[in-house]
């Protein structure tokens, strides 16, 4: 080391910017290669396809079941609400012509005090269902994970990346997908835990 400051400053007195330079780089890169030396083991990868693993499994299947369930139950709701708002609004145009201006005054008042409890219930209805699609599919992303994790370890992956459309990998090698063993085990999975 004393050899390459003693070299280095030699260079700088000369000027040798250049030569300093490229100096610097070949130490760089010995004193890395020296590193990566001893782990100079190839990264194998893999991938899956979430949104297929989510339609092909048992467990996808029921997740989709339930939040369909939920959200029907929460529509339900908003129908009866919409029907109340029409019923509401069709009687006031019926008895625009017969009402006082004040009594039609009232009326529309109350319409418009239904219409803004409609849409707060609305948007709380909304809030209801990602709060329990997020809840949903965060159970159901654990699953999945330690089933990855494990044919990841079973396989010496280093590495297991997400594909898909909302993905940010754009290729892949067909044979680093394991979707096909992911949704074999949660199925398997939920076959076990169905038999008594």
């Known amino acids: 080391m004393q050899q390459?400051?003693?070299?280095?400053?030699?260079?700088w007195n000369r000027g040798g910017w250049a030569s300093i330079i490229v100096t610097c780089i070949s130490l760089l890169?010995?004193?890395c290669a020296s590193v990566n030396d001893g782990v100079s083991k190839a990264l194998v990868v893999g991938v899956v396809?979430?949104?297929?693993?989510?339609q092909e499994t048992v467990k996808g299947q029921q997740l989709s079941d339930a939040l369909n369930a939920f959200m029907k139950d929460r529509q339900?709701?908003?129908?009866?609400?919409?029907?109340?708002?029409?019923?509401?609004?069709?009687?006031?145009?019926?008895?625009r012509t017969v009402l006082s201006s004040s009594a039609r005054g009232q009326k529309e008042e109350q319409f418009r005090q239904k219409m803004a409890g409609y849409q707060q219930k609305v948007a709380e209805l909304n809030r209801e269902v990602q709060e329990k699609q997020r809840e949903l599919q965060d159970t159901f992303r654990r699953e999945v994970?330690?089933?990855v994790s494990q044919i990841a370890?079973?396989?010496?992956?280093?590495?297991?990346?997400?594909?898909?459309?909302?993905?940010?990998?754009l290729f892949y090698q067909d044979s680093?997908?394991?979707s096909n063993a992911v949704i074999?085990?949660?199925?398997?999975?939920s076959e076990e835990s169905e038999s008594p």
């Open 176 to 178: 680093w997908d394991i």
């Open 145 to 147: 994970s330690e089933i």
């Open 153 to 169: 370890s079973d396989r010496n992956l280093g590495l297991v990346l997400e594909h898909g459309p909302n993905s940010g990998t």
């Open 4 to 11: 390459v400051s003693t070299r280095i400053l030699r260079l």
């Open 76 to 95: 339900a709701l908003v129908e009866l609400e919409q029907k109340e708002l029409r019923d509401l609004e069709d009687a006031l145009r019926a008895q």
């Open 29 to 31: 890169g010995l004193g």
């Open 49 to 54: 396809d979430p949104q297929r693993i989510l």
């Open 184 to 189: 074999e085990a949660l199925n398997q999975e």
